[in-house]
């Protein structure tokens, strides 16, 4: 509050007149290209082939990159399992409905969410502390872990992330990578009938080759006709 | 345990000469058929510039496919200043088809542990790795044995024949990825992380392992190292052939059965065929699939191809995992490609484009071409995008996955051809009827 009236209406026009003769900023985009920092990368959007297919593979490489973590995503990777955000399902509008009936204490009737149910964390706090907490080891964690609860929950990933400093999507980034770590309880996971992915070409492989030797088929890529 | 073959009596054997003995892990039966001698001449005798010397006047060059230059790889790392050195035995085996690397472990661990004691040796490495498939059971299991015997011994760990120089030896099991035998690929594993490969150079030679320079090396490349030390470099360079001294451990396949056989390099891949046993009169097999999954193949007049690093690059083929395999005379050699490539796509890692996309596209071509569905520019565009993968590549894995088809298009073209051919009729076909209905032709 200013104690001369008048004052404040001064200084007012004052920024307003020097404004009116300062040069103008309009562009005239796009004929006239806007002078933007060289590090700009656009908006970021997934983009989709020519079959219409999400080209996202969920491998979460984007998020490890990005420097101020603004990255996340949830979806199925090629190995074809749930891949679930590294950041609080809480900003994600299609989650924030489970979110608020977790939140209340109800139960979220959505198996994917199973992998986010609390664990016993001993266990892996245990291994943590035998790896000495480092990310160096992290393979090493992951497999131990994986021994101790038979497959790889959410909530001890994201421990092995806090335990070990490493980023989650980095945690995550070498689990999936890894054919032997899972983040379904054996029994749940489709793998062991039909593999899939990368287990399914090594066995079409090796049947191929048998194929092939022999005179049987000739049809080494097994089509049907 | 995958059969040894019976190889002609004049093929020597360097990689498999203590394979008769009834327990490989007995350290005083190898001792006395010659374990460590090349160390312990080394120890005794060689500074590790001399070492060096030794194994670039034997001429060795790498197994684990490449054929590199053993020697250039160990100076480049010794020569590298670092305050750590690491030597890693690339013993993953990554092939599921070709076995040899882990049955050298299994019949001879002192010989890759006195190899990588040397390579040690003649970087500076305190620490060295050796990296087995964690499935591999029995190789663990023996080369368990083998370490702690080795070690009793004095052979290696903290005073190598009372040299005062340490040498601790690791052994690690990994699993998980066809990549973790490319060998940026197996440091990743070792360090724990997502396995993708590294652009190159820089060389795992000059940073490697934890960003130190590191040597790593096929098992057999160590143990014909240490049978080189022993024996002496002019010894070595009278077998094999003559740009690549030596012998390499071959998994065969044909009709008449499959094994694993230790041939010297430069032998025609007719003389490797023969070792299955194929009966004198039967067809000469259609192609000849040399290198693994991403090999090329050869058609039957190529039989006289010696098996050698250069002269099967040359041929369109590779050495690689050490597969040779023949096929029958009725086999579809346009969908084998397919299943190959196939095979290649799903373990390219994703990191780079010619990996995650460029692989794909050729399988896409390759099933289309087989479904009886191929576009008319398909031929172009097999040639054109093998091509950029090849140039564009960021590991060797991309680059060999243009294999198996370009190979079929090189050597299987009529039959490449004849799946090509009624697409061209039906295109035009059905630009007529666009052109009546009075649509534009383009
Ligand atoms: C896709 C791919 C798979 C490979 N797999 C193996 C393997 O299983 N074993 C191996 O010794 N080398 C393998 N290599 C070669 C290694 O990258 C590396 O060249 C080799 O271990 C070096 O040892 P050497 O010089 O003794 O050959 C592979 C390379 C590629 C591109
Ligand atoms: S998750 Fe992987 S595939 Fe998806 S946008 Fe990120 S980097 Fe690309
Ligand atoms: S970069 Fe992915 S397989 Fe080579």
Known sequence: ?225 | MTRLLKTPAGWPRLLLARADATDPTDLDVAVKAGAFGGLKKVVRSLAPAAVVAEIRAAGLRGRGGAGFLTADKWQLAASTPADRRYVVANGYGADPAARTDPVLLELDPYAVIEGLAIAAWAIGAETAYIAVRATETEAIRRLEAALGAAEEAGFIGADVLASGHPISIELRRVQGAYMLGEETVLLKALEGKRGQPEQRPPYPAERGLFGRPTVVQNVQTLALAAWILREGAAAFRATGNRDAPGTILVHVRGAAGAGIAEVPLGTPLRAILGLVGAARSAPPPKALLVGGPSGGLLPADLLDTPYSFTDLRDAGAHVGSGSVVATAVDVDVVELAELLTRFCAAEACGKTIPCRIGTRRIEEIATRINAGTPRPTDAQLLTDLSADIVASALCDHERLATLPMSSVMRYFRPELDAKLQPVAQQTTDRQRVAVADGEPAH
């Not at chain 1, 992915?197 to 049987?216: F, I, Q």
């Open chain 1, 1 to 225: 509050m200013s104690l001369i009236p008048g004052l404040g209406i001064v200084r007012g026009m004052a920024l307003t007149l020097r404004r009116f003769f300062q040069p103008k900023v309009t562009h005239l985009y796009p004929e006239d290209p806007a002078d933007i920092s060289p590090k700009f990368r656009g908006r970021l959007q997934l983009l989709y082939d020519e079959h219409g297919t999400l080209k996202c593979e969920t491998c979460f490489q984007c998020a490890q990159a990005c420097p101020i973590e603004c990255i996340d995503m949830g979806g199925v990777d090629t190995k074809g399992r749930y891949a679930v955000h590294w950041g609080a399902s809480e900003t994600y509008g299609e989650r924030r409905e489970e979110s608020a009936l977790r939140r209340a204490g109800r139960t979220v009737p959505d198996v994917a969410y199973e992998h986010w149910n609390a664990i016993d964390l001993g266990p892996v706090d245990a291994i943590l502390h035998d790896a000495d907490h480092d990310p160096g080891r992290l393979l090493e964690i992951l497999e131990a872990t994986q021994a101790a609860y038979g497959y790889l929950p959410v909530a001890a990933l994201k421990r092995i992330s806090f335990g070990t400093g490493a980023w989650y999507a980095m945690v995550y980034g070498t689990a999936s990578y890894y054919d032997h770590l899972r983040f379904e309880p054996p029994a749940a996971s489709s793998s062991g009938a039909t593999p899939t992915g990368r287990g399914r070409a090594e066995a079409d492989y090796l049947a191929g080759l048998d194929l092939v030797t022999g005179s049987g088929s000739k049809r080494p890529a097994g089509r049907a006709n």
